[in-house]
């Protein structure tokens, strides 16, 4: 990066890490660290909640995604906007009746404590992986393109944020992830503008969009459906991601601390709903468009030397072994076959500009040939780096939309898209330090060293120990990020990950709060039992003895968990309060 480049990152950075020290004044005792004395309007309950779900992953990934397999990614939020209604329902006016600092103290004041300690650690096992990845996904990005130490860099990433996040808590959070969402739009809006300005003349923003719906990245609604029948084992389609996402948003909002923790925060319950409905509102559309700058990445490339393999670093690593003459040929036949791409395009544009419906069905038909062979090179050419370097990771789809970055935007801009990546990650990844550490006081270390099932005024002490807990998880999650490696497409990875955990939880509330009959020994053990049967069906797909895609974990944890929650009832007759 040039100078300006570096002053602008440094200056970006800076500027968050004192707004939030500016804005880390709260009152020194467990609501005022954990839930900012419940004091926040329903516009910063918003922009937290988006705050703490767009993570770097989401614009670093999710372009990649859309550059590669298209947009139908974004059907995993179909199912959104109806969990946010259960939630306003059911989930929000409970939390704020019991006054809860975290969402699993509800479930000793329904259940036991058994049952509370053991979804909080399934919270913080999953919380405390996933928020590592956080860490890691920029941080070997960048490492990759810049050459920089990536366990340096790991300890950056990490390291800056734990600066404001332990010195204010929710209230630092809330208001850091204001002015980070602010930046971030800006710099996308940006990326955006400069990918289709950087298209040749007489190309323009509709021109690109056909270009990539031809070529089948525009494939918004999917139904799933392989040769006549549905396919459980397809990733993203209209029907996994209404039923299958409308669980796993049941679940990461309703169960998941750090979004719980996000609107606890809320004056009173309408502020609350009111964060909560509009997120379901404009989460889709923001998904919608930050996929859409991978679409129109993609047509981009269509008319520029586009890169076989993205990942820079890995491949000058492999151009350097005995390999280099075989990548150099595929090189050489790729851009070839992109030359020729461009020139199909460009008639594509003409016939339909014609109105030559028959001219540009044909066209159409050779783009998608020529996309095609250029994909099988991309392979073959993973496949010599997978042998020149067997360690590195061979798929650069978390590097494609920051190699744009690098390779096309000016001076300046540069800079500030990679502040975003800073900033992205330090908007989730903060206010999942703060919620890892509430639940670690307030349903492990209060509940069990002093037997408080709530906390009181009196606790205010403990103030500091919250502090030194929110560091310690800065450091696990650091931890996790050392040795996180070769996950693929990041985005797919965390949510992966969180399905694994999600349905599970989820299974636990949906019983508490609509099978009163059922009480804390069946629901106990059905929650281990179902987590078992969970990752067996993970661990099964994932050497193809089935086909399930992972938003369906989330579908078949919830209901194993209350199947089995009835069927232990049944058994063992526990009487309920």
Not at 88 to 102: D, S
Not at 297 to 313: G, I, K
Not at 363 to 383: A, H, I, W
Not at 554 to 561: S, T
């Amino acid at each position: 990066m040039s100078r300006i480049d570096w002053i602008v990152l440094a200056l970006t950075l800076i500027s968050i890490i004192a707004y939030g020290l500016y804005k880390s004044s709260t009152t020194k005792n467990l609501e005022g660290y954990f839930l900012s004395n419940r004091t926040m309007p329903w516009y910063l309950v918003l922009l937290s909640i988006m705050g703490t779900q767009a993570s770097a992953i989401t614009f670093l990934s999710a372009p990649g995604q859309a550059f590669t397999d298209g947009m139908r990614f974004v059907q995993n939020y179909f199912g959104l906007p109806l969990a946010m209604v259960v939630l306003c329902i059911t989930f929000v006016p409970w939390f704020a009746k019991l006054k809860v600092f975290t969402a699993y103290e509800f479930l000793e004041k329904r259940f036991d404590l058994k049952t509370r300690a053991l979804t909080s650690f399934l919270f913080l096992l999953q919380r405390g992986l996933s928020t590592g990845i956080s860490i890691y996904a920029p941080s070997i990005i960048l490492s990759s393109l810049f050459g920089w130490n990536i366990f340096l860099t790991n300890i950056l990433m990490g390291g800056l944020l734990i600066i404001y996040t332990v010195s204010g808590g929710a209230k630092a959070v809330a208001y850091t992830q204001q002015l980070q969402l602010v930046i971030i739009f800006i710099g996308m809006f940006l990326a955006g503008y400069m990918i289709v300005h950087l298209l040749p003349a007489g190309v323009g923003f509709s021109d690109a969009l056909k270009i990539s719906g031809a070529s089948g990245k525009l494939n918004v609604i999917t139904t799933g459906n392989n040769n006549g029948s549905f396919d459980w084992n397809d990733k993203f389609n209209i029907w996994s991601g209404v039923i299958g996402g409308f669980f796993l948003q049941l679940s990461y909002f309703g169960a998941d601390q750090s979004q719980v923790g996000r609107y606890l925060t809320a004056k009173n319950t309408t502020e609350s709903r009111l964060g909560l409905l509009i997120n379901g509102l404009v989460k889709v559309p923001m998904q919608f468009a930050i996929l859409l700058i991978g679409a129109l990445l993609f047509t981009f490339y269509q008319f520029h030397s586009a890169p076989v393999f993205f990942n820079r670093a890995v491949e000058q690593q492999a151009l350097a072994t005995p390999y280099r003459d075989s990548m150099v040929n595929v090189q050489k036949q790729y851009i070839h076959l992109n030359h020729a791409q461009t020139q199909l395009n460009l008639a594509y544009l003409r016939a339909k500009e014609a109105g030559s419906s028959s001219q540009a069905t044909l066209f159409k038909d050779s783009l998608q040939r020529g996309n095609g062979q250029l994909d099988v090179l991309r392979k073959d050419y993973k496949l010599y780096i997978k042998k020149a370097v067997p360690n590195a990771d061979n798929n650069d789809t978390n590097y494609i939309f920051l190699r744009f970055v690098v390779d096309f935007l000016p001076v300046g801009l540069v800079g500030l898209l990679i502040a975003i990546i800073f900033l992205a990650a330090w908007g989730s990844i903060a206010a999942a330090l703060n919620s890892l550490a509430s639940c670690t006081m307030i349903d492990f270390h209060l509940r069990f060293t002093k037997g408080i099932v709530g906390v009181t005024e009196e606790e205010a002490s403990h103030y500091t120990t919250s502090k030194w807990y929110t560091f310690a998880w800065g450091i696990f999650c650091i931890a996790v990020a050392q040795f996180a490696n070769r996950m693929g497409s990041l985005i797919e990875a965390v949510n992966i990950l969180g399905s694994l955990f999600y349905g599970v939880i989820l299974g636990v509330f949906l019983v508490a709060f609509y099978i009163k009959s059922i009480g804390g020994k069946a629901v106990f053990w059905a929650a281990i039992i179902g987590e078992i049967g969970v990752v067996s069906l993970f661990v099964l797909n994932q050497h193809n003895i089935i086909g399930l895609s992972f938003l369906w974990l989330n579908v078949a944890g919830a209901l194993l968990v209350v199947m089995l929650s009835m069927i232990f009832q049944f058994m063992i007759k526990e009487t309920t309060v």
